[in-house]
């Protein structure tokens, strides 16, 4: 394994501290009470976020962004609720996931979640099924998103420049 | 009467009637007037937030925008819809720059955050405008027999330092809640731990295999059911079930019910007016117990 920098303030641990969700990363002292608190640690070796957060502040810019692990967060929080340093790991997991997606590393269930986004304003599309369902239970009518606005929010932000492709990640 | 602006969410409407009826039945009896806005979207959940963490606060605070301008406060029945609506709301009432940020954005579709409003998930609304005793003294049909196993879910309760719902390694509201139905909140091993739900659709074997360990551990301790507030708990509890009957020949046979069907139930609503058909593991056996 080769490294951009032998150093805990590596060029990818910076532009991981200059993006939202990133900015604790760096306070990390690889105590490990975040891997000991984690459900999916404890049924899997493949993912481990001490791990995680020590790759990132060595600089495997690579491995962590086009690899797997950091889609195996289940994002419970219980590391970051925990963490004696305060690092906010579940954030800095999903700063890692922003990255590797504006770098096309996008698992195909989080491409149907942004096509869910874009097309109705919602991660889990309604049916037709569900919709009679509603009726012969006296439920009201599903309200439609207000997708005039949410497209110009979209636009305004960095979703609109990501390519979502299915069969893609890596 | 209070009124709420009630925040759906997206699974709630689309999959658990269940959930929904049982809520839009039981508060209002409980005097929690719920109002459906309009132009409402997902609220930007884990799933979203993985995308793209400034897309997901702008489309929370969107929603929150709505109900600022409706004069209400938010009630989420989801604790995904929860977690992402308080968070983005106590993020950007206490960080300016992040706050400025975000409304750049919203102005394109001409909003403005004010921070002026909450939003709660509905067991807050229940503890704090309803209260533990009148709770109590609207219960017609109390569930004395029922040993639950309450599972908040993690959203409800983490980040503390966000949600601030509840002491997160020792929260008693949801088991101070189910005991006011007169039912028992049981104990069970790793009771807090996490079901595995949001890995549901990117590793299903992980996902399941926690899911698995929760069933057990609600079983060992002699649970009549499980009690959620979360859609995806449920969906990972309860169809779950089926999974796990499917791929290690096990079969445990625990109902799954969100908390506002047993409240439902307890005021004296009827059971078939809660589609609770619309549960993979049966009920009947456990309305049986109660009714």
Redesign the interface.
Same mark, same amino acid.
């Given at each position: 394994m080769t490294y951009e920098e032998k150093s805990v303030s590596s060029k990818f641990s910076d532009e991981i501290r200059h993006?939202? &969700?990133g900015e604790t990363i760096a306070f990390c002292y690889q105590c490990g009470t975040c891997a000991s608190s984690c459900?999916?640690a404890k049924?899997?070796d493949k993912y481990n976020p001490r791990e995680i957060i020590k790759l990132s502040l060595l600089g495997a810019r690579k491995e962590i962004v086009a690899g797997d692990t950091i889609? $195996?967060c289940?994002?419970?929080?219980?590391c970051?609720?925990r963490c004696p340093q305060e690092v906010?790991i579940?954030?800095v997991i999903?700063?890692l996931?922003?990255i590797a +997606?504006q770098e096309g590393n996008v698992?195909d /269930?989080?491409v149907a979640?942004?096509e &869910?986004?874009s097309n109705e304003?919602? /991660?889990?599309?309604?049916?037709k099924f569900?919709e009679k369902?509603?009726e012969e239970? &006296? $439920?009201?009518p +599903?309200?439609p998103?207000?997708m005039?606005? $949410?497209r110009? +929010? $979209?636009?305004?932000?960095?979703?609109s420049k +990501?390519q979502f492709k299915k069969g893609e990640a890596q | 009467m209070t009124s709420y602006a009630l925040f759906l969410g997206c699974t709630i409407p689309a999959r658990q009637p269940h959930y929904e009826l049982s809520a839009r039945k039981a508060l209002p009896k409980l005097g929690i007037d719920l109002v459906d806005l309009d132009n409402m979207t997902c609220c930007a959940p884990p799933p979203l937030q993985s995308i793209d963490l400034e897309t997901s606060l702008a489309i929370a605070a969107y929603n929150i925008c709505l109900a600022e301008e409706a004069d209400l406060n938010i009630v989420t029945l989801c604790t995904g819809c929860f977690e992402s609506l308080a968070m983005a709301n106590t993020m950007l009432k206490e960080n300016n720059e992040l706050r400025e940020r975000i409304n750049k954005i919203l102005s394109n579709a001409g909003k403005e955050f004010k921070g002026s409003k909450e939003v709660k998930h509905y067991l807050q609304v229940l503890m704090k405008d309803v209260g533990l005793e009148q709770v109590k003294s609207q219960v017609t049909n109390p569930l004395n027999n029922l040993k639950i196993a309450a599972f908040s879910g993690c959203h409800l309760l983490r980040p503390s330092k966000l949600l601030r719902f509840d002491d997160p390694e020792r929260p008693r509201i949801f088991d101070d809640l189910i005991e006011a139905l007169g039912s028992e909140s049981i104990w069970y091993r790793n009771k807090l731990k996490c079901c595995g739900g949001l890995l549901r659709g990117y590793a299903d074997d992980l996902a399941l295999q926690i899911a698995k360990e929760k069933i057990v551990n609600a079983k060992k301790a002699g649970a009549d059911c499980i009690s959620t507030l979360c859609p995806f708990c449920f969906v990972a509890l309860d169809m779950g079930q089926l999974q796990i009957r499917a791929k290690f020949k096990e079969e445990y046979d625990m109902p799954v019910l969100h908390y506002a069907e047993l409240l439902a139930l307890a005021l004296g609503i009827e059971p078939k007016e809660l589609a609770l058909e619309s549960h993979k593991i049966k009920t009947d056996k456990l309305l049986q117990k109660i009714v």
């Open positions: 993006r939202l &969700g459900p999916v049924v899997t889609w $195996l289940c994002s419970c929080y219980n970051q609720e906010e579940a954030d999903y700063t996931r922003n +997606i698992p /269930i989080y979640f942004a &869910g986004i304003g919602r /991660i889990v599309p309604v049916s569900a369902k509603r239970y &006296g $439920l009201p +599903i309200k998103a207000n005039d606005a $949410l110009k +929010i $979209l636009q305004a932000t960095s979703f +990501i | -």
